[in-house]
């Protein structure tokens, strides 16, 4: 496996591995985004047998023990398989998450103490502000969190939109339906009216750049897609629902 680096938006690094054994024959990609600022934050951890290729792509960037933050938006293997081999390989770092997540699970998983994060609360990580967004059960989890950085307009989506395969860095509208058959496919989420709620207020954030977990993120008009992203889990929602 190989880690591609992208620069998806100013200062903000996709880094993608391509694993062709999940979701064949297109494979599924792992992303994970680095934001560059004076503290750097990495969201995603990836596995943890993935962490020598993406540390690797990391360390094209910025000697990793330059890196100062580690979030994530849930608990999973994909998304927080690594966290104490980043802890580890950069000595100031510390895991950033919401407050939920550390009371339940990070207190006691992480190597050292994480920040606990309030909704809606800002971490200057300087030059760079990202917000966390308490997103309970989206995409999956009690625990889930998201994070948007202010400057460039970038929503670290984790799983939202999610496509198989692998695809350009970056795509505009056409990944929604992609993500909505994949939805369809995995049957990943708990689809609510709580779920659907969440992520038209991650719509109203108008965001520039979606980066999304799997497959390509989305460059243009991130307020266009969540909304038809909510659409479409909407109709399958009513789709389900009891006569």
Same mark, same amino acid.
């Given at each position: ?65 330059? &890196?100062?933050?580690?979030?994530? @938006? ?34 006691? &998983? ?17 030059g760079r ?72 207020r991650l ?13 390509? @993120? ?26």
């Open positions: 496996m190989e880690t591609h680096v992208s620069e998806i938006a100013p200062r903000i690094y996709r880094l993608s591995t391509l694993v062709p054994d999940v979701a064949p024959p297109h494979g599924f990609t792992f992303n994970q985004f680095l934001v560059d600022a004076e503290e750097p934050l990495l969201f995603h951890c990836g596995h943890r047998g993935m962490f020598p290729a993406i540390s690797a792509a990391v360390a094209k960037i910025m000697p990793l023990e330059k &890196l100062r933050w580690i979030s994530f @938006s849930h608990l999973e293997a994909d998304e927080s398989g690594a966290m104490n081999a980043w802890l580890a390989a950069a000595p100031r770092s510390q895991i950033a998450h919401g407050g939920l997540a550390c009371d339940v699970s990070l207190n006691d &998983l992480a190597d050292r103490a994480p920040r606990a994060l309030a909704d809606n609360e800002v971490l200057d990580i300087g502000r990202l917000r966390f967004l308490a997103t309970p059960h989206v995409p999956h989890g009690w625990d889930a969190g998201l994070m948007f950085e202010e400057a460039t307009g970038t929503l670290l989506c984790s799983d939202l939109l999610g496509q198989i395969g692998s695809g350009p860095a970056l795509r505009g509208q056409e990944i929604v339906e992609e993500a909505l058959a994949a939805e369809d496919m995995f049957r990943s989420m708990s689809l609510t009216h709580n779920t659907v709620e969440t992520i038209r719509a109203d954030l108008a965001p520039k750049t979606l980066a999304v977990m799997h497959g390509s @993120s989305l460059s243009g008009d991130g307020r266009r897609a969540l909304s038809a992203y909510a659409d479409g889990l909407q109709t399958r929602m009513r789709a389900a629902a009891p006569a």
